[in-house]
């Protein structure tokens, strides 16, 4: 049996190009070097503290900050979930009530659940030609606190997983209005604001919190984020305290130095280097358009880096395309839905490998037929919440039939991984539309997490109010 780190090393040494996160895509050549075990070390004498820093570490933060944009930015060692989690915790205590979009992170619903917080949801639209989520309309922020005025705030995801990208300005001006705060989850657009072809980042928007996974659009290591924070609203001192429990006593100093790398590549090279990837990107997009059965997914609202080409008007499914590519053109994308797949791109990209992804692209949509007919649309499975989810993870729960289970509650998360956005939540009404948006991933070949298969039979954990 292979240890880890030998399978690693055999994957590395094949010709796999990775359209997925992180986003250094392993390139050794921008990079210039590894990070080894010999630099791995703890808080010795001269290396600060990120818990109270005060030296090393206390200035590469403020540097962070300074490139970012932001007043204050603090490390995030085990990803943006600890940044989430410090944020929902800083501006919501036991009992209160956010705002919260519904296709936000998992994270952000475990978040509820760990610190007993309760919820009005904010569905997005969803694009009825692509099946996509759309942003959270600045309208919907303003009627959803007019009707619940107890709100603590909002806590907004912003770009999604495939690249669609919410008015941040406008949303944070109208909670600022009434003095609330609003949390971004902006894990997937660390690289905005350092192009202009990119949308403003969210801490030049007005934003409260920042969240950023620098790992997945920019060269850092898995793992790696950064937390910022702006303006007055927010108990900045509350949110860092938090940091300090809910991240590691002993972070690694392998992650802080990637980060730091990110951040001096950034400031000395991000100038240069944003300019080739945004040009080579833009031609990669130029060429994409002209597929005639595939179709590339774009327009206002939707941010360059994410390429999203869209199964809808074919025979094929976006599990079926991720998997040609895998086989064909050793090619590994990020994620797939039913009917699209996402190809994530960095500045760590380079023009042989987005020439590789359009040729693949190219000679699969010359083989496709034309489409069999429509495609079920179910619009936009909206769910009724019940209970909270602190409330219904206390509650006598049972496993039911799936194709039973309309009107009941469901008692657990069912969701898609990756993108980690819950098809439902506890104490959320199971419609008939849900089960029927499950049972059609489940047959385009997703992994629907958080169901159980019982000798041919799918169930679904329910609240037992026998």
Same mark, same amino acid.
């Given at each position: ?7 690693? &090393? ?30 791995? /070390? ?45 944020? /929902? ?10 705002? $919260? ?24 639209? /969803? ?13 919907? !922020? ?22 669609? $990208?919410? +008015? ?8 600022? +209005? ?31 919190? !920042? ?78 358009? &002209? ?28 599990? &079926? ?12 994308? @990020? ?6 797949? $996402? ?8 023009? @042989? ?58 008692? @657990? ?14 104490? @959320?009404?199971?419609? &008939? ?34």
């Amino acid at each position: 049996m292979k240890t880890i780190r030998e399978c690693l &090393q055999s994957y590395t040494s094949t010709d796999f190009y990775p359209f997925h996160m992180p986003g250094h895509k392993r390139n050794l050549r921008m990079l210039g070097s590894e990070l080894p075990y010999s630099l791995d /070390i703890t808080e010795i004498d001269g290396f600060d503290d990120l818990h109270h820093a005060s030296g090393l570490l206390k200035e590469a933060q403020e540097r962070a900050g300074a490139v970012f944009g932001a007043e204050e930015s603090h490390f995030l060692v085990n990803g943006s979930t600890g940044g989430i989690l410090s944020a /929902i915790k800083g501006i919501a205590d036991l009992g209160d009530t956010i705002l $919260v979009a519904r296709n936000c992170h998992k994270s952000v619903y475990n978040g509820l659940e760990m610190f007993g917080i309760k919820a009005v949801f904010l569905y997005p639209r /969803i694009d009825q030609e692509t099946g996509i989520c759309q942003g959270i309309s600045p309208a919907a !922020v303003g009627e959803a606190l007019n009707a619940h005025p107890e709100c603590k705030g909002l806590v907004i995801t912003s770009p999604t997983y495939e690249g669609v $990208v919410s +008015q941040v300005r406008e949303i944070a001006d109208i909670l600022h +209005q009434r003095q609330l705060p609003l949390i971004v989850d902006e894990a997937h657009g660390a690289h905005f604001g350092f192009h202009k072809d990119f949308p403003a980042s969210s801490n030049a928007s007005g934003a409260d919190i !920042v969240i950023h996974s620098l790992h997945k659009t920019l060269p850092a290591l898995t793992g790696t984020g950064l937390l910022h924070m702006n303006g007055e609203i927010v108990d900045k001192k509350k949110v860092a305290r938090m940091l300090t429990k809910l991240q590691t006593s002993s972070p690694s100093y392998l992650l802080m130095a990637s980060i730091d790398e990110c951040v001096s590549f950034l400031q000395e090279r991000g100038p240069e280097e944003f300019a080739r990837y945004t040009r080579e990107l833009q031609e990669l997009r130029s060429e994409l358009r &002209q597929l005639k059965r595939l179709k590339l997914v774009e327009g206002p609202g939707y941010e360059l880096s994410k390429i999203v080409i869209s199964t809808r008007e074919t025979s094929l499914t976006g599990t &079926q395309l991720m998997a040609y590519l895998r086989r064909e053109h050793h090619l590994e994308l @990020e994620m797939a839905s039913g009917d699209y797949v $996402v190809a994530m791109t960095s500045v760590c990209d380079c023009k @042989e490998g987005f020439l590789r992804l359009l040729k693949g692209l190219l000679q699969m949509d010359e083989r496709l037929s034309e489409k069999s007919g429509e495609r079920e649309n179910f619009g936009t499975p909206v769910t009724r919440v019940k209970y909270s989810i602190s409330e219904t993870v206390k509650k006598k729960r049972k496993n039911v039939i799936i194709e039973e289970a309309a009107g009941m509650i469901a008692a @657990e998360y069912i969701y898609l991984y990756p993108p980690g956005v819950p098809l439902l939540i506890p104490g @959320e009404e199971i419609t &008939q539309t849900m089960i029927q948006v499950i049972l059609k991933y489940r047959a385009d070949g997703l992994e629907v997490q958080g169901l159980t298969d019982t000798r041919g039979d799918l169930r679904i954990e329910v609240i037992d109010f026998g």
